[in-house]
């Protein structure tokens, strides 16, 4: 069986959630650093002084800037690799099913859980109907697609639908 994931996938994505957050953080404590900084010297301004007005137009800069920054950055780099730390944790928690199917093709990218994955499709043999159906597996975006060619079996162990391990028949 080829794995996909390693121990130190996990705690990699861990670490680069923190360092993120480490990020986001920091420029949180500067931009509040500096708003309390222009607040106490408005505060210690003279009654009608011409420097509140500048005072004033660099305090809503500051925080221009900041909603600028943390919208884009929380909203997708944050919110891409919490969602990939998450689906690493359900792989290492979550109930694992095997089966043996034949491989159909290749769909197009699709995101699953918040998580950028290739579509590998395959056939699922219906036991009361019957009929052949197309099963969905799909494939971490970050690692390589397994060489799966059509019409070969390949035995399989899946989390929800997300490819863990894999083996190819001869």
Request: proline share 3%.
């Given at each position: 069986?080829?794995?996909?994931?390693?121990d130190r996938d996990l705690w990699?994505?861990?670490?680069?959630?923190?360092?993120?957050?480490?990020?986001?953080?920091?420029?949180?404590?500067?931009?509040?650093?500096?708003?309390?900084?222009?607040?106490?010297?408005?505060?210690?301004?003279?009654?009608?002084?011409?420097?509140?007005?500048?005072?004033?137009?660099?305090?809503?800069?500051?925080?221009?800037?900041?909603?600028?920054?943390?919208?884009?950055?929380?909203?997708?780099?944050?919110?891409?690799?919490?969602?990939?730390?998450?689906?690493?944790?359900?792989?290492?928690?979550?109930?694992?099913?095997?089966?043996?199917?034949?491989?159909?093709?290749?769909?197009?990218?699709?995101?699953?859980?918040?998580?950028?994955?290739?579509?590998?499709?395959?056939?699922?043999?219906?036991?009361?109907?019957?009929?052949?159906?197309?099963?969905?597996?799909?494939?971490?975006?970050?690692?390589?697609?397994?060489?799966?060619?059509?019409?070969?079996?390949?035995?399989?162990?899946?989390?929800?639908?997300?490819?863990i391990e894999y083996e190819l028949?001869?």
């Amino acid at each position: 069986m080829t794995k996909i994931y390693q121990d130190r996938d996990l705690w990699n994505a861990v670490m680069q959630r923190r360092k993120i957050l480490g990020i986001f953080i920091g420029v949180s404590v500067a931009c509040f650093l500096a708003l309390a900084g222009f607040v106490a010297y408005y505060v210690m301004l003279p009654y009608q002084d011409p420097n509140t007005t500048w005072v004033t137009a660099v305090s809503c800069v500051v925080v221009g800037l900041y909603l600028m920054f943390a919208f884009p950055y929380m909203g997708i780099s944050f919110k891409r690799c919490n969602a990939y730390c998450k689906m690493l944790k359900f792989i290492s928690v979550g109930r694992k099913e095997s089966a043996t199917l034949p491989f159909e093709g290749i769909d197009d990218w699709t995101t699953h859980d918040g998580v950028d994955v290739n579509v590998g499709i395959f056939s699922v043999r219906n036991i009361k109907r019957d009929e052949t159906m197309r099963r969905q597996i799909y494939v971490d975006g970050e690692k390589d697609f397994p060489a799966f060619e059509e019409g070969k079996t390949a035995k399989l162990v899946s989390q929800g639908n997300l490819l863990i391990e894999y083996e190819l028949s001869e």
